[in-house]
């Protein structure tokens, strides 16, 4: 096991979730052997399919038994199982910061995680997880302000840059999701999970064009949707004045009086969201940041378990 | 709209007091660092509409309840026509109310006239609200100004009862003015209770604007006037012209001229019976009426031959106006009709003398005597009814003898002098003779033919002026009225106003020197048995007066006669109609001839006549008591209550966002799998 250093990890949660795996749901290309499937036929003990022989191939994975039993040469071909690339991409921009009880993170020791805090916690568990059964691990900063970019590796060192990496992180300024997303996707040359932390503050046709670049690049992707209650009900019984976290012009509004109009805006939203995750395909999770960040990973991970093996 | 409670208005400024909250609401805002903007923009954007609309529903409800219950704590009264009266209160409360025959029509199933509809409706609004210090009455039939107790006392006084009389608006307004000028009040009120009767307001007369100009300078005055503006209604008033008392041979008759006046719609002709009433004697007669009426011309009753003065009265059944309904009449023998014709020019004197003696009537008798000035003092003024004084204008005792004679209701015709012109009388002053100058003769270029003594004759008639020749004139230096005027504008007949009696100046003389006045015969002896005429009126010892202040002044042993339940103490019963007696002497009084005209004043014209004023009309139905002003607060909490009622809907969280959950992350979480 990994001596881990990093505040923001919990060894429960860890010890609890090290029993479960990281599957991923579409075959992986990975350049060692691994637990995940490969499209590429390989050495595993699962059987895939007889083909014939055709000169050229190795003859030494050639069926005797089927040969004596048909007289022909037959070749047994099984499955090849290689390791994951798993990137994080993780939303830094400025909303990001945003607590459960509505204050930005930091202002308050005593108050809830922000949104990124919870990012930090979901995208490091996954990185241990991942690491620890070999898989690559890499991590896409994605704030206009904050940007940063790890590839994927399968080293130890490695996951300790990550970590380190997600422990420095800050939220500031506008989102940057939608340009790293299709960056992503152009760059990372095989197939790959896509782990995507986001309160997802765009406009849904933008994440459908996201999410449908990186399916059409064969990328497995999977979402978690950050949001806090008080986002949800817009609670409220006095006129606020409502600062953009992401640097934009605050706006001096009474709750009661747009409160229905708001929480109508957020249904069309989630509504629309809920559209592009159906035509995508996408693995979404809805988060609220009061919820146990282990408790939803172990979903995440027990979701993501193949059929064959329940 | 006015308030019982105005204090209570002070308070209206705590409606925006919702506003201010809000207001202060929006000051208090919390500053929160905020992720979801775009949702909050959309919302903006989103609550630009209706529910906008609804917030700024909702702050309205709130204004409009506080509004509504102040207002109703104030206790406001009903009547849009209250609006100008505003919030103080006045100090005085001047009340002119018609007393006026025609008020007395009446409204037949509520047994309400319009008098009394006016005064309790009047009285209950008073009674309300705040009168002010002094609560005064000018009633019509005595002018005078009274100040009443309580505007419940105004129910009970004699002073606000039916009268015969007339009424004179702009005379009470001028009384009214007079009060208000030499009380220096501050804010008053004059509320005028009329039915508009056309010879009450006077509309025409220059009084008016001198009054309106008066009032305009006055500061808080409010004129209201409760008016009856709806035509009359069916309503038959009758009323003797004539009564003459003849002997023929050992019996004696009386002759009367009665004529019944047609106001409103009579629906065609119709029969109507009148009952005449002499001497405790009745008799019915029926007379066909038409749209105008009926006339019935030289009635005779015959009576006891040595029934030489008495009274009697002529009636109609009972209508709407049960104050025109009976007409009292007195009659006696005809008195002698003398004259006393003073002239040292014994030509002259027998001109006039001649034309004097001969009666129009051969039934009546005429004595003209003729004496010169410096016998004067032998007249028996108290059987003259015409002097003809042809000399120089007397003064002293003289002037003082025929002021008195005038006053008493006699004529005096004055003659120029062909010499001295004497003095002033009656401010007038005869000039020069004047010649008829390059011309033979001086002709009468415009003469009065519509009434007094140059009138059209009964057949329509002018009299014969243009005929007229005159040869020498005397100028006239007079404040009277030309009844004639030569082509140079000179008079010829000129009438002094008086209160009574009747005064000319004629400007030549009868005889051939100076104009064919003898010679011609007709107009001169028409003229001169005009005037007769009317300077005997006053000497029959029965008289027909009309109702007000002073007819039955002249003596004062007056006896109540008719009718029996003639119970008017002694200030008001002139103001009745009645016959009165005593000894020798009759006097019948009876509503003017006025107020048989049912013709009411345009309400336009009236209104001008309140130009430039703070001044409301209110229109009133005969026998309406119905309060002129409720109290309406029950109105304005029923408002507040719905103003509350309707912030409570608008202020309910709409339905489909309570109940659709905004996240159902069952479904959400693990979408695909």
């Known amino acids: ?310 | 709209m006015s308030f019982l409670q105005p204090l209570a208005l002070i308070a209206l400024p705590l409606m925006a007091l919702p506003i201010i909250i809000h207001l202060i609401n929006q000051q208090r805002h919390r500053t929160i660092p905020w992720a979801a903007m775009m949702f909050l923009m959309r919302a903006k954007r989103m609550s630009r509409g209706m529910a906008r609309l609804r917030h700024l529903l909702i702050l309205l409800m709130r204004v409009l309840a506080i509004g509504a219950l102040i207002f109703a704590i104030s206790r406001p009264l009903s009547g849009g026509w209250l609006g100008s009266v505003g919030l103080s209160k006045p100090d005085a409360t001047l009340i002119l109310l018609d007393r006026s025959a025609s008020m007395e029509m009446q409204d037949l199933q509520a047994g309400e006239s319009k008098r009394s509809t006016a005064l309790k409706r009047l009285a209950q609004l008073l009674e309300q609200g705040d009168y002010g210090t002094h609560l005064l009455l000018i009633d019509s039939a005595s002018g005078q100004m009274q100040e009443v107790d309580s505007p419940k006392a105004l129910l009970n006084l004699p002073m606000t009862g039916a009268s015969a009389t007339s009424a004179n608006i702009p005379s009470m307004l001028e009384t009214a003015l007079a009060y208000l000028k030499a009380n220096e009040s501050g804010r008053a009120e004059i509320w005028i209770c009329s039915d508009l009767n056309e010879n009450d307001w006077d509309v025409h007369s220059g009084r008016w604007n001198a009054m309106r100009q008066a009032f305009a300078q006055l500061e808080g005055v409010h004129h209201f006037l409760l008016a009856y503006t709806d035509p009359p209604s069916n309503n038959l008033s009758l009323r003797v012209e004539n009564v003459q008392r003849w002997k023929r041979g050992n019996d004696a008759e009386l002759i009367l001229d009665v004529m019944v006046r047609t106001n409103g719609n009579s629906g065609g002709t119709r029969r109507v019976p009148i009952e005449f009433e002499v001497n405790n004697i009745q008799s019915v007669v029926e007379v066909e009426l038409d749209t105008l009426g009926a006339s019935l011309q030289g009635h005779r009753i015959p009576i006891d031959a040595k029934l030489s003065s008495g009274w009697g009265s002529v009636s109609l059944p009972g209508d709407a106006n049960p104050l025109d309904n009976r007409f009292f009449f007195v009659f006696s023998e005809p008195p002698v009709r003398k004259t006393v014709v003073v002239s040292d020019d014994k030509r002259i004197g027998e001109a006039f003398r001649r034309a004097l003696a001969i009666p129009l009537d051969p039934r009546l008798q005429h004595q003209a005597d003729v004496i010169p000035v410096n016998r004067v003092a032998e007249i028996d003024w108290e059987s003259t009814g015409l002097l003809i004084w042809q000399g120089a204008l007397p003064s002293g005792l003289v002037a003082e003898q025929i002021e008195h004679f005038v006053n008493s209701g006699r004529a005096v015709m004055f003659f120029p002098p062909a010499q001295n012109a004497g003095e002033q009388l009656f401010d007038s002053h005869w000039g020069a003779w004047q010649s008829a100058d390059g011309k033979e003769v001086a002709k009468v270029a415009w003469w009065r033919g519509d009434a007094d003594l140059l009138a059209h004759v009964e057949s329509g008639d002018a009299l014969p002026l243009n005929g007229l020749r005159t040869y020498r004139y005397r100028t006239l230096e007079s404040t009277g009225t030309p009844l004639a005027r030569f082509d140079d504008e000179t008079p010829l007949l000129t009438r002094v106003p008086t209160d009574h009696g009747a005064i000319y100046f004629c400007s030549t003389l009868p005889t051939a020197q100076y104009s064919s006045l003898e010679r011609d015969g007709i107009v001169f002896y028409i003229m001169l048995q005009r005037a007769l005429t009317e300077g005997c009126l006053t000497l029959a010892a029965a008289a027909q007066r009309d109702a007000g202040v002073g007819v039955l002044a002249d003596r004062d042993q007056w006896e109540s006669i008719a009718p029996a339940e003639n119970t008017a103490s002694l200030s008001q019963r002139e103001l009745h109609a009645g016959v009165y007696r005593e000894g020798e002497h009759w006097v019948a009084v009876n509503r003017s001839q006025a107020e048989d005209n049912a013709k009411t004043s345009p309400v336009e014209t009236v209104d001008a006549l309140f130009d430039g004023l703070s001044y409301r009309r209110i229109d009133v139905d005969v026998g309406d008591t119905s309060a002129l002003a409720s109290e309406l607060w029950r109105i304005f909490l029923i408002a507040m209550a719905l103003a509350l009622i309707l912030e409570a809907i608008l202020s309910l969280p709409s339905r489909k966002t309570e109940d659709t959950p905004l996240i159902d992350l069952a479904t959400a979480e693990g979408i695909t799998e």
């Open chain 1, 1 to 310: 096991m990994l001596q881990l250093k990093r505040d923001y990890l919990n060894q429960k949660v860890l010890e609890r979730l090290s029993t479960l795996q990281l599957h991923a749901r579409l075959p992986m290309v990975g350049s060692v052997s691994g637990k995940h499937r490969s499209p590429i036929r390989g050495s595993s003990l699962e059987f895939a399919e007889y083909r014939k022989y055709v000169p050229g191939d190795d003859t030494r994975r050639l069926d005797w038994r089927a040969y004596a039993r048909n007289d022909r040469y037959y070749i047994k071909e099984f499955e090849a199982d290689t390791n994951l690339r798993m990137c994080l991409v993780v939303d830094t921009s400025g909303s990001m910061d945003f607590t459960d009880n509505g204050n930005p993170a930091g202002t308050d020791a005593e108050s809830g995680l922000s949104k990124l805090d919870y990012a930090r916690r979901v995208a490091g568990t996954l990185a241990y997880i991942a690491a620890l059964q070999g898989d690559a691990v890499g991590l896409y900063c994605a704030g206009q302000a904050f940007q940063k970019e790890i590839p994927p590796k399968r080293s130890a060192t490695h996951l300790s840059v990550v970590l380190d990496e997600l422990g420095t992180m800050e939220a500031s300024g506008e989102t940057g999701l939608a340009d790293v997303l299709h960056e992503t996707a152009e760059r990372i040359p095989q197939r790959a999970l896509i782990v995507v932390i986001s309160d997802l503050f765009i406009e849904p046709e933008t994440v459908r064009n996201c999410f449908e670049h990186l399916r059409f690049r064969k990328h497995d992707v999977a979402v978690f949707h950050l949001m806090e209650q008080n986002e949800l009900d817009f609670e409220f019984d006095r006129p606020m004045r409502f600062v953009d976290m992401e640097g934009g012009e605050p706006i001096l509004a009474d709750p009661t009086v747009i409160g229905a109009q708001y929480r109508r805006a957020m249904e069309i939203y989630l509504e629309s969201m809920d559209e592009v995750i159906r035509d995508t395909e996408v693995d979404y999770h809805r988060i609220q940041i009061h919820e146990n960040y282990g408790d939803v990973l172990a979903r995440f991970l027990l979701g993501r378990t193949p059929k064959r093996h329940k």
